[in-house]
């Protein structure tokens, strides 16, 4: 039987699920993770933060097939004081077993709007939360393993130049007892060349700690230089092929969308270039699968992306899908207009019904012992309009004697730190309180600090591999905490960091903490020492 390919359909225009609002200047749903079970639609976006936190995630879920959709909420927030304070961005969900699992992307370097970017995982056996992240010791609060307890470690950790946009966006399928995970890694090499491209990693869904079992495998993509964005990667059962979605040209007149296939998930090349039925401008997209992200035919089958001609103002757009199976392997419509469409703002609600609950920035509290102060939480809506909440919240889940919550008003009773679930209105929200016997320092931004005593510095990796053939730049990096609570990534010199190289005969360590191969194979160690503090890490330099 000739090998069949596939061949994705728009049956229509589409309809927007999302614009800003009238009053408006800016607002963003993007990067919809779509699925499709058990006859309800689930979708959850990018949306904004609260201006301190980049992004957060919304949830809506449709049960006409896509047709209309409930109201959003917010369903996930960073956790404060971790390492993706910053943000959670570019969701991707699967579900298996009992739990639904969702990556998402998220730094501690807000610089340039976020650099130097990871990929984590959390999960909740609801759609909306409360989702427990991966931390170094397992699901959950855990144990103390790194310096932040309990708090989210990387799944997929970038191990180069923090100056560069770094590893996340993930996407995932399940095959059989398998998950195939997707990620962009976008980088330069040491000679200054660019690297975009979609990385894939396996991992073993029966054990259930499986963050423990990822396996690097390959580049599934070498991403074009065209504006190439994000994967979003299905399992078409009716052909037997792995399909990915992304947007290409992206932010421009002539967007499209591009669909690759794969035998075997490992493996993509571009089957489909798509203009017909989509608007200008797009970027950001996602594919609807199952809660395995499978399709197969008699599906509802929805895709989405954000557009839009102002950066920020952007409209979602989904729509219907469907597939054949043609006998070419390559079909194009890069030659045929998109739809030069406008954003339609919708109206502005007539009620305030608030869609999210937090603490005020930094959205953490430190407090010394005997100090009473009002628990600064607040609610937003869909225009992201902020009211104040002092009456009726429900406070949960902390240690009684490390604080006290008593009519909104909180006091600090014994040395320690204690999680606090504050739930008003159908929302919830999560703040850590740290409790000293001294005058707390107040909150600073997050960066290095040379001028501070570090008390702690610890890896946050202990073995990286560098290429000959792809000439990578891997930074050698440490976790400085300080005597004031404050704590950062740190390298090279310039932020306190000296390097004893054991293996100079395979490589050298230079003045920002680049590795620099020397040409050949082997394995050494490294010493980093900041603030009389020091640890080893093994350097493997490969093929």
Known sequence: MPEKHFKLILKDDGQDV???????????????SIMVHNGICEAWFASPGDGYEADWFTYRRSDDNGKTWTEEKVVMSPVPDSMDWFSVCDPAVFKYGKYYYIGYTSTVFSNSGGVCNNGFIARSTSPTGPFERWTETGWGAGKEGFRWLGKPAPVIYFDEDWRYWGAGEFSFVVKDTTLFMYYTWTSKDRDGNPIHETRVCTADLTVEEWPRTVTYRGVAVKRPASGNDSYDMIYCEDIGKFVALSTDRRFSEESMLAVYESDDGLRYRRVNELRTHTGWMLHNCGISGDELHHIRKGDTMLLGYAYGNKWGCWGTRFHAYDFEAMDEDFYSEADLPNVHREIEKWPDPVEFTPTALFLAAPHYLRMQVGEVLDVPL????????????????????????????????????????????????????????YVSEDTPAKPEPMRPYPEKKVVFFVPLIKEYKASLEKREMKQLRGLATYADGSWFELAGNVDGVNYINHSPDLFDIDEKGHVLPKGVQGAGTVTLICGGHEFDVSVVITE
């Open 378 to 433: 607040h609610c937003l809506n869909v225009t992201y309009s902020m009211r104040p909440v002092t009456q009726g919240v429900k406070y949960s889940d902390y240690d009684k004697e490390i604080a006290s919550i008593r009519c909104g008003r909180i006091t600090a009773r014994k040395a320690g730190m204690t999680y606090v679930t504050a739930s008003w209105n159908g929302l919830r929200c999560e703040f850590p309180v």
């Open 18 to 32: 999302y614009t800003p609002r009238q009053s408006q200047s800016w607002g963003y749903r993007y990067g919809p």
